[in-house]
C-alpha cells in the first residue's frame, strides 16, 4: 500500500498518462496501457486519480497551473512598466502565445510532449476536457481579453474576439505537430523546412499571429435584399 501511495508512483503515473495521451488520445488509450507503461496496478490509478477522466484533467493541471500562472506574472510586470499605458499587441501575444511555446524548450514544465498533447486535444477534445479547459483558462483569458481591448481601442470587440479564435486555433494546430506539410511536400521549399523544426516554430507563429491581429478589418457586404 505504501508503493501505492507513494508520490512518485502518482508522478510516474501522470508522466506515462500523458505521453500515451499524446501518442493516442484520449480515447485510444487504456487504462491497461498507462498501468503498463508505469509499472503499477490499476489499484494503484484508482487511487490517485480515480477514473481516467480524472486523471487526464491532473495531467493537464499539472501542467496549465504553472503556464497560467506564468502568463499572468508576465503581463503584470508589462502592464506595471506600461505605468497604465495600453500594452503593444506584440508584448500580449508574446505573454500569452509566446510564453506557451517557450514552455516547449523546458522538459521539466512538460516539454514538447506537453505542447503536442495540448495541441491535439485542442483541435479535436472530448465534450468533458473542452469544459475543464475553459473553466482552466477563465481567468487568464479575461485578462488577456482586456488588455487588447485597451492596446486596440479602434479595432472592434467582436473583431478583437474572432482574431483571437483564429489565433487559438492557428496554435493548437501548430503544436500538435507539423504532419499536414506532407500534403505540400511537392511544393519547392527546402526539405529541411519540411520537419518539425521547434527552434523556428517560435519566430514562424508569432510573426504570423501579430500579421493576423494587425490585418485590416473586414469589408462586410450588405445583407440580401437590404436597402441601399
Do not use: C
Request: glycine share 8%; charged share 25%; net charge negative.
Amino acid at each position: 500500500m505504501a508503493e501505492i501511495r507513494s508520490p512518485d508512483t502518482r508522478e510516474r503515473i501522470l508522466d506515462t498518462a500523458e505521453q500515451l495521451f499524446m501518442n493516442h488520445g484520449f480515447d485510444g488509450t487504456s487504462m491497461r496501457q498507462i498501468t503498463t507503461g508505469a509499472g503499477v496496478n490499476l489499484a494503484a490509478v484508482n487511487y490517485h486519480f480515480g477514473t481516467k477522466e480524472e486523471l487526464m484533467r491532473a495531467v493537464f493541471r499539472r501542467r496549465l497551473d504553472g503556464l497560467n500562472e506564468a502568463r499572468l506574472q508576465a503581463l503584470d510586470a508589462m502592464e506595471q512598466d506600461a505605468g497604465g499605458k495600453p500594452l503593444k499587441p506584440s508584448q500580449i501575444v508574446d505573454a500569452f502565445f509566446g510564453t506557451l511555446l517557450r514552455m516547449g524548450d523546458d522538459e521539466v514544465r512538460g516539454g514538447r510532449t506537453f505542447l503536442r498533447l495540448l495541441g491535439r486535444t485542442l483541435t479535436d477534445p472530448s465534450e468533458f476536457i473542452s469544459t475543464f479547459l475553459a473553466r482552466e483558462y477563465a481567468q487568464v483569458v479575461e485578462r488577456f481579453k482586456e488588455a487588447l481591448f485597451k492596446a486596440l481601442p479602434d479595432v472592434p470587440k467582436a473583431e478583437i474576439v474572432w482574431r483571437v479564435h483564429f489565433m487559438l486555433g492557428a496554435t493548437s494546430y501548430a503544436i500538435a505537430g507539423t504532419d499536414a506539410l506532407r500534403v505540400v511536400t511537392d511544393w519547392e521549399i527546402e526539405p529541411a523546412d519540411t520537419e518539425d523544426r521547434h527552434d523556428r516554430l517560435l519566430e514562424r507563429l508569432m510573426s504570423f499571429l501579430l500579421g493576423g491581429l494587425r490585418a485590416p478589418l473586414p469589408q462586410f457586404s450588405p445583407p440580401s435584399g437590404a436597402a441601399p
